[in-house]
T-cell receptor, first 114, second 114 residues
């Protein structure tokens, strides 16, 4: 089955700096990679996703890159703000397959210091 | 516009009690999932269901059972609650159609077993 490794487990940055969270996956059939943000005491929410037919996707201050050959994908947050502080989860799945379970990384606790 | 609703936000139960956690979604999703979330351990899958009356074990099913009698409702049952089942429980749902397998999560139930 799929295995997703996520690093680092904790990340502390100063406000205004960039933050990068990296994930690797094992199953080359995986083709959909969502990222979830979970603020303290709240539900995980989808913030950005990427499919294997593109290498990069941006949405304002967040971007995700995908390297299919190396089987890794990364979340980039620029100009971080205190409200970016949260736990971030990456995930992978083969869309179009019969397994509908996302495989999650273990999460990264991002702290943005004012 | 709440789409995945978990019946209780906080719950305190005694050891040995039978506990029911309810999850209802209004998006006509086929797939429903129960996870538990503990610090440092990420999201661990307990049970999932791809159809009414269908259920499959996840990674940590011991001590739990589930019921899915209607498409919109997925119940998690702790047959005899124990203190090591104190945790945050998250329900999620997703679709099998439309090419988007991403999850929508409920707000979570924080269960304390005393």
């Amino acid at each position: 089955g799929e295995n997703v490794e996520q690093h680092p487990s904790t990340l502390s940055v100063q406000e205004g700096d960039s933050a990068v969270i990296k994930c690797t996956y094992s199953d080359s059939a995986s083709n959909y990679f969502p990222w979830y943000k979970q603020e303290l005491g709240k539900r995980p929410q989808l913030i950005i996703d990427i499919r294997s037919n593109v290498g990069e996707k941006k949405d304002q201050r967040i971007a995700v890159t995908l390297n299919k050959t190396a089987k890794h994908f990364s979340l980039h947050i620029t100009e971080t703000q205190p409200e970016d502080s949260a736990v971030y989860f990456c995930a992978a799945i083969e869309e179009g397959g019969s397994n509908y379970k996302l495989t999650f990384g273990k999460g990264t606790l991002l702290t943005v210091n004012p | 516009d709440v789409k995945v609703t978990q019946s209780s936000r906080y719950l305190v139960k005694r050891t040995g009690e039978k506990v029911f956690l309810e999850c209802v979604q209004d998006m006509d999703h086929e797939n429903m999932f129960w996870y538990r979330q503990d610090p440092g351990l990420g999201l661990r899958l307990i049970y999932f269901s791809y159809d009414v009356k269908m259920k499959e074990k996840g990674d940590i099913p011991e001590g739990y059972s589930v019921s899915r009698e209607k498409k919109e409702r997925f119940s998690l049952i702790l047959e005899s609650a124990s203190t090591n089942q104190t945790s945050m429980y998250l329900c999620a749902s997703s679709s099998q159609t439309g090419g988007n397998y991403g999850y929508t999560f409920g707000s979570g139930t924080r269960l304390t077993v005393v």
